[in-house]
């Protein structure tokens, strides 16, 4: 859902990560409002923003040839949500107690709109107790707060208090209007592709990149549910604020890593692209030609079928499996859904959705299938989400699949 997003910025060296941050949020297809206090003009310019945004950026809560004199108001009357990034001790120090004395802090006190803040300060002052007396006051006022991540600073400490890196506020921000479908909900996913050693340097492995994967356990997090990762190898960043995020290898890691915590979960999603075959004869050494020009056997055994697996359990979660097949798309995904007994699965083509930051997928449960249109993953993994937060209830978490009837 595409938003107006007014981004205050606060004077901190910090600064320079927003101009990073304008360029994601303008690429998640928002517009962008900027708003700066003096300070935060001193470390990037006002015209650098305005560049980026594409939008007149304002300093000052009075500003010549604004209008009428009211951007303190109208700014915030146009955005859907506030962020200031980076938010100062000072900046957060004021909006906690209601002091309103600049740009910033007078659109912090005059919004319709939410506030969130991603803090930015030496990791003393972030530590400092009226510091930490602000945060809970503003937690408690209803703002959100991006708590800030930890390492070396500007000022060549180490520890609390650095701003989040812009890739990770644009992952984190949209979670603030989506819908809290899966609240409350535990969500265990598999991403990325399996991989089957043949000997200590190579291996049989699929071009999954787990894009998708991410994309799903971004809408779940989105959607209020708590998610936990087990993942193969994937070419994409991991999204952030997930339970816990356990690496494998090969297929049998993973199975034995999703049955360590899959029964805790309400909803088990599968869009790890599994090496069905696990080499039965790999070698403990690299293999060498041994000149006689006849390639090694390489001798295959099956792998467990891990949604099968998890399906079958007999409080089974909420199962979710993925078809990436190159023809015969639906029927094939349809015989998957039987074989697996799961209550949705979603189809794709391969050549559709592998290694593509798009996808255009089928889903198919038992009330019917619906063909999505050919989308970016976040969208497509939305509208996964939606249905499966609509078929939750019906079907309640932990019930067996099939249903009795
Ligand atoms: N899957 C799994 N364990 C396996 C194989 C697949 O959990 N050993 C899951 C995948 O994560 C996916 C679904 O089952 O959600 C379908 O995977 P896919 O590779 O399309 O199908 P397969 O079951 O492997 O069948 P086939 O190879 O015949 O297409």
Known sequence: MKKHILLG???GIAAYKS???????????????????RAATEFVTPLTFQALSGRPVLSETHQAGDGNGMAHINLTREADIFL???ASANTLAKIANGIADNLLTNLAAARK????????????MWRNPANQRNIAQLLSDGITVFPPANGEQACGETGTGRMPEAAELA???PDLWTEKSLSGKRVLITLGATFEAIDPVRGITNLSSGQMGAALARACRAAGADVSLVCGQVQT???AGMGETVRVLGTEEMYGAVMRRVRDCDVFISVAAV????????????LKKDGSGRPPVIELAENPDILASVAALPDAPFCVGFAAESERVLEYARAKRIRKNIPLIAANDVSVAMGKASNQITLIDDAGETALPLCGKDETAAAIVRRIAE?????GCGAAYPAPS
């Open 9 to 11: 910025i606060s004077g």
């Open 19 to 37: 101009c990073e941050l304008v360029r994601l949020l303008k690429k998640q297809g928002h517009e962008v409002s900027v708003a700066m206090s």
């Open 84 to 86: 200031i990034a980076p």
């Open 113 to 124: 709109c939410p506030l969130a803040v991603a803090p930015a300060m030496n990791v003393e």
């Open 171 to 173: 992952d984190l921000l």
């Open 237 to 239: 960043a991991l999204p």
């Open 275 to 286: 090496a069905d075959y696990k080499v039965s004869n790999a070698s403990g050494q690299k």
């Open 391 to 395: 078929l939750l209830p019906a079907r």
